[in-house]
């Protein structure tokens, strides 16, 4: 059943974190910027042989993860590396809210294996554990919170059984709280539609029917009990998926919207609404949606021109945070925005 009168999450909480403080200080619609400790090149840039992007924020991800347990945004990825396996063009990026500080490993990965993170990364809200669905593959690995180093990455779901699975390279992965009675799970959608996971994580269940959406780079965001997904490939498509399996069409996104294309779509920091952030535009539009429509509510700040960037809602504290590295070189600088 769909949720009609969805519980608001609390858009701010008191902390002593400076992140915590900042949000605090912010009013609604406000754009800051925030300074964090080693946030640079080293950190979010891996190796690129060939030329590549050396950015493992290389414009085919969009999204940052908030872990509300253990308060640290996370993002895992690799660069290109024409398929090889490359010492250093993989990482997880970590940053702490207690320190104000990111971290960050360094793996040898491929941009096949398990590849750039797309809109097919996902945290367990409940524990912290991490998911990435590996390039154009059934297979979820798992990072259990508090393993370390490359091989704490494991295979530990695969999508089998799926009727409707597109095989694609760029699908969407988000953990589902309210799946399986609430134990929750994970939800997966490309251009066919959507599944989701038993409790265990393991067996896999797909849609009835198609909910037919773009071919590549496909997006995914829980809001008011719902897992809504599409776009990919230049479409405006948007579906929502219940805690039961099914699938309703959606009002279609006011852009074309992806992990990689002219607008993304993340989940608004109250956790009832979306919020489409136009991509590849300096200060792109900004819309939201409802449950029911998109609005124009303004123009965004991220400010860069070359999708360069990855976002994500920090709910604990009611805001949006991007970071932002134009050209995938450089510096990379964090700008936080305060959504009605």
Excluded at 109 to 122: K, V
Excluded at 157 to 167: R, V
Excluded at 173 to 183: I, K, Q, T, V
Excluded at 193 to 219: D, E, K, M, P
């Amino acid at each position: 059943m769909i949720l009609s009168t969805p519980t608001r999450m609390k858009l701010s909480s008191p902390g002593n974190s400076t992140l915590s403080s900042l949000a605090a200080s912010m009013s609604a619609g406000s754009w800051a910027n925030f300074v964090m400790g080693n946030l640079s090149s080293a950190t979010l840039t891996g190796v690129a042989p060939g030329g590549g992007e050396p950015s493992i924020n290389n414009g085919f991800g969009n999204r940052m993860l908030w872990d509300p347990v253990h308060k640290k945004l996370q993002y895992a990825g690799a660069t290109h590396t024409g398929g090889a396996v490359v010492s250093g063009a993989g990482g997880l990026a970590t940053w702490d809210d207690a320190s104000n500080t990111w971290s960050r490993e360094t793996y040898a990965w491929s941009s096949e294996g398990p590849g750039h993170s797309y809109s097919h990364i996902a945290v367990n809200t409940s524990n912290g554990d991490l998911y990435f669905r590996g390039f154009n593959s059934r297979n979820i690995l798992r990072r259990v919170y508090g393993q370390t180093g490359q091989s704490s990455w494991q295979v530990f779901s695969t999508l089998n059984g799926i009727a409707n699975w597109a095989n694609q390279v760029a699908g969407a992965l988000e953990w589902f709280p309210e799946l399986n009675g609430g134990a929750g799970g994970l939800a997966f959608a490309d251009e066919l539609g959507a599944s989701r996971s038993s409790a265990s994580l393991t067996g896999w269940t797909g849609q009835a029917g198609t909910s037919r959406s773009g071919q590549y780079h496909n997006w995914a965001a829980r809001a008011r009990g719902l897992f809504y997904f599409g776009g990919g490939n230049g479409s405006t498509a948007m579906y929502a998926m219940d805690a039961n399996g099914t699938v309703t069409s959606k009002a279609s996104t006011p852009l074309q919207a992806g992990s990689y294309g002219s607008s993304m779509v993340f989940a608004h920091p109250n956790g009832a609404d979306l919020l489409l952030f136009q991509n590849r535009a300096t200060a792109g539009a900004i819309h939201r949606f409802d449950g029911t429509s998109w609005s124009s509510i303004g123009t965004h700040q991220i400010g860069v021109s070359d999708g360069i960037w990855m976002g994500c809602a920090v709910p604990d504290y009611g805001v949006m945070a991007f970071i932002k590295n134009q050209g995938g070189n450089g510096t990379p600088t964090c700008v936080l925005y305060k959504p009605a």
